[in-house]
């Protein structure tokens, strides 16, 4: 994969880590520094950001790669994904879904905002990208990020369709959903969260070189190194074809 870079800006989800007033043992390690201690969501693809949560500025700046951002793309609205841009200071375009374009107006008036529309490429810091809206909960749909054939972005899964596999097989890296491990995350008996376990099932079959898991929360509980060897051993039980990894703040590809 030496024809395009990602380097994971934040690697959280809504709840931060370490959580305030919490002694568990994800949050022991946490408070330690390292794999656990983490933002909002970000990435960078070449000179895209994908998703910018709370902290993804103060990250690009320290790391001296806020030059190396030439436009923002936002998957949804949630916080965790958005509010990075409350404070953010680069003057590029930041791209939103167009039924989002009035909230995100609302929510950030001196942005200067682009619509993209899902099933219809278009250009974006000198990347083809196709959206693919994808189920995330009753009140909200998401959309899955496609660069070519290197990446596929879809964090925040509520439901993977035979379709979304066909949109998404192929790819070089696919990121996806880390927030649940086991069993999908629900409110009122409706799922807002594939846990990973059922992501890697209904992905099996997909041609990938790399799948790595992002968007981790206080939800798991299991500190990174130890969730990187169940994943591994699950995984390796059951023959799969590409190699899995887990994200964390710094990460380069």
Not at 84 to 93: E, H, N, R, Y
Not at 162 to 170: C, K, R
Not at 234 to 240: D, T, V
């Amino acid at each position: 994969m030496k024809d395009f870079r990602v380097i994971f800006i934040g690697t959280g989800g809504l709840d931060s880590v370490p959580k305030p007033n919490c002694n568990c043992r994800l949050c022991q390690v946490a408070r330690k520094g390292g794999k656990d201690d983490r933002i909002q969501m970000g990435t960078l693809f070449n000179n895209v950001l994908i998703d910018c949560g709370i902290g993804v500025l103060q990250h690009l700046k320290a790391w001296r790669l806020e030059k190396e951002v030439e436009a923002v793309i936002i998957s949804h609205p949630h916080k965790d994904h958005s509010f990075g841009l409350l404070d953010f200071s680069l003057k590029v375009p930041v791209f939103v879904e167009r039924s989002a374009y009035s909230i995100m107006r609302k929510l950030f008036p001196r942005l200067d905002l682009r619509v993209y529309w899902p099933n219809k490429e278009f250009s974006i810091a000198g990347e083809k990208c196709l959206a693919k809206t994808i189920y995330h909960s009753v009140t909200q749909f998401n959309h899955i990020l496609k660069f070519g054939n290197q990446l596929a972005y879809s964090v925040d899964i509520g439901k993977i369709t035979p379709d979304t596999v066909t949109f998404v097989n192929n790819v070089k890296l696919f990121i996806g959903d880390g927030f649940s491990v086991y069993k999908d995350f629900e409110i009122q008996n409706l799922k807002m969260h594939l846990s990973m376990i059922n992501q890697l099932k209904e992905l099996k079959k997909c041609k990938f070189d790399l799948f790595i898991f992002t968007g981790f929360g206080h939800h798991t509980k299991i500190p990174h190194e130890d969730l990187e060897l169940l994943i591994s051993r699950w995984a390796g039980e059951r023959n799969f074809k590409y190699q899995i990894e887990l994200a964390f703040d710094g990460l380069a590809i």
